[in-house]
């Protein structure tokens, strides 16, 4: 299952590549910052901005986190591999950024499983890996459908034994909007701690 999902995920860098071919030739006049992730940066094929409820139940969007980095991370609490790896590279991310960079960083865990990822348990499991991240449960079906077609994220059940042992298939990325509010980065999951601090940096400075 875990190759599947990378599989996926190259599937998806490859096709925001062909994307974002046309941004590095508009862009050949100006100097371009070296992200060690997919820069695609101007590329209207993603979404923008997302209009999704906190685990309070307030609804949150871009605007809410005005002048920080922000990671769009999309997974589940009962995912067995890339989800907890790359929160855990996420949180040691912040830490080797500093206290003072960390803090104009923001984590948001969307879950595609708002069937068994309720309010509660999203508001424990999300935090845990570090205080700061803020986990969005879609409220329904719908709301899962638009955020997920709007960033070209795949996601789908896969039936186990029983029917809560299910799992979820899902792309393995995430994006990453900067202090403007812009979207600039399509980011692998499970890559390190390295390149999320060397990126980071980049739109900070």
């Not at 949180?91 to 865990?109: H, I, M, N």
């Not at 986990?135 to 070209?152: E, H, I, M, N, S």
Request: with cysteine; glycine share 8%; hydrophobic share 40%.
């Amino acid at each position: 299952m875990l190759n599947i999902r990378f599989a996926r995920a190259a599937r998806a860098a490859v096709i925001a590549c062909a994307l974002g071919g046309a941004l590095f030739v508009a862009g050949c006049g100006k100097e371009q910052p070296a992200f060690q992730n997919l820069d695609i940066t101007g590329n209207t094929q993603f979404g923008s901005n997302f209009s999704l409820p906190d685990t309070s139940g307030k609804i949150r969007t871009m605007a809410d986190y005005k002048g920080k980095v922000v990671v769009l991370f999309f997974g589940y609490t009962h995912c067995p591999d890339v989800c907890p790896t790359t929160m855990a590279e996420l949180s040691q991310a912040l830490q080797q950024l500093g206290p003072d960079d960390a803090k104009r960083v923001q984590v948001l865990f969307v879950t595609v499983d708002p069937e068994r990822d309720t309010a509660a348990l999203l508001g424990q499991y999300v935090p845990a890996f570090n205080p700061s991240f803020v986990g969005l449960r879609p409220a329904d079906d719908a709301q899962v459908k638009k955020v997920t077609k709007d960033f070209r994220v795949y996601y789908a059940k896969v039936p186990g034994k029983t029917p809560d042992s299910y799992t979820m298939d899902h792309t393995a990325a995430s994006y990453v909007f900067d202090t403007d509010g812009k979207l600039r980065l399509f980011a692998r999951d499970g890559q390190g701690a390295a390149p999320w601090v060397h990126d980071i940096k980049l739109l900070l400075d």
